[in-house]
Each structure stands twice: as C-alpha cells, then as structure tokens.
Nanobody, 118 residues
Framework: QAQLVESGGGSVPAGESLRLSCAASVNAYVRNCMAWFRQAPGKAREEVAT???????RYTNSVKGRFTISKDNAKNTLYLQMNSLKPEDTAMYYCAADLGCNGGFNIWGQGTQVTVSS
C-alpha cells in the first residue's frame, strides 16, 4: 500500500493555477515535517516547499509569492497551491515525509506531472 499518493497534476498554459494534493496513509506523516520536491528532465531534484511540524514554511526562491504549501491534519493531506505558473515550473512533483523533522525525507510518493506551456 502506497504511503503517500499525489494527485492534481496536469497540463496548463502559463499564468494558470494548479493545486497538488498528497494523501498520507499515516497521520504521523502529516503531523510532522513534509515537503514538495520537483525534478525536471536532465535536472537535479529540487526542494520546492517545506512545512514543519507547527506550520512554519519555507520555499525555494523561484516559487516564493506564487506557491503555498499547507496541510490538513484531519484529512491526512498535504497541499501545494501553485499560482502564476511558468514554463520553468514544468516537472514531476513529489511529496515526501520526514518523521524526525531532521532533513531526512525518507517516505516518498510516486509523483504527479505538471506541464506548463508558454
């Protein structure tokens, strides 16, 4: 049984919005630290947004002001609201969990593809 399952990806024109969801099979994942990563073809995996145990967030510079990470502990779900999408946001997006909140993301979803056309 998959422990993290992403959904919400798709193909949109530049300037549009998407909301990614990550359903967790274990509530403990959502109650601790989680993050969204992305990887484009030929590029290294990038940590896009992180949400910590008590709700603090961190974003990579390229998405600040456009993306918002959030979580719903009651629904065991992590979200990534992506606004004003750009072609350079095109990538496979993965959610990941870090139960120890020490930077060791060791629970991963299978990914959802986001494609932004110019």
């Amino acid at each position: 049984q998959a422990q993290l399952v992403e959904s919400g990806g798709g193909s949109v024109p530049a300037g549009e919005s998407l909301r990614l969801s990550c359903a967790a099979s274990v509530n403990a994942y959502v109650r601790n630290c989680m993050a969204w990563f992305r990887q484009a073809p030929g590029k290294a995996r990038e940590e896009v947004a992180t949400i910590y145990k008590y709700g603090d967030t961190r974003y990579t510079n390229s998405v600040k002001g456009r993306f918002t990470i959030s979580k719903d502990n009651a629904k065991n779900t992590l979200y990534l609201q992506m606004n004003s999408l750009k072609p350079e946001d095109t990538a496979m997006y993965y959610c990941a969990a870090d139960l120890g909140c020490n930077g060791g993301f060791n629970i991963w979803g299978q990914g959802t593809q986001v494609t932004v056309s110019s």
